[in-house]
């Protein structure tokens, strides 16, 4: 888990078929939140959330203390400034080794 900084979170752009909406947020890492250490601070983090399976984004909200119901809407803008904890793990990608975030995440404990 690391704890990172909300840069941006886009407005929500179309897919490339067109019938749904992706939401891409960009962050940049801070340190790690288990252990303190900062050797990756610095780091850009990118991932997406896509309106197909918006599910994905309750985490992140009611880690920044907000109660998600069924009925509840949020402005995705308001993400930026945030911070949070968030998993990441390293994957490989057309033969290069990446950083890809999981939808796990935390409150921030300092």
């Known amino acids: 888990m690391y704890k990172v ?5 886009s ?8 019938k749904s909406i992706n939401y891409v947020c960009e962050a940049t890492i801070i340190k790690d939140a288990d252990n303190g250490s900062e050797e990756f601070a610095g ?3 990118t991932w997406n959330f896509n309106s197909k399976a918006i599910g ?12 998600v119901t069924e009925s509840s809407r949020f402005d ?3 993400l930026a400034g945030h911070n949070v ?5 390293n994957d490989t990608y057309n033969n ?7 939808h796990n995440y ?3 404990r300092d």
């Open 85 to 89: 904890e968030v998993q990441v793990l």
């Open 76 to 78: 995705t803008n308001a």
């Open 5 to 9: 900084h909300i840069d941006e979170v």
């Open 43 to 45: 780091v850009p983090l």
């Open 56 to 67: 994905f984004m309750k985490g992140l909200f009611e880690a920044l203390g907000e109660t």
């Open 106 to 108: 935390r409150k921030v």
């Open 11 to 18: 407005n929500g752009e179309a897919s490339k078929d067109g």
């Open 96 to 102: 290069k080794l990446q950083n890809k975030v999981q």
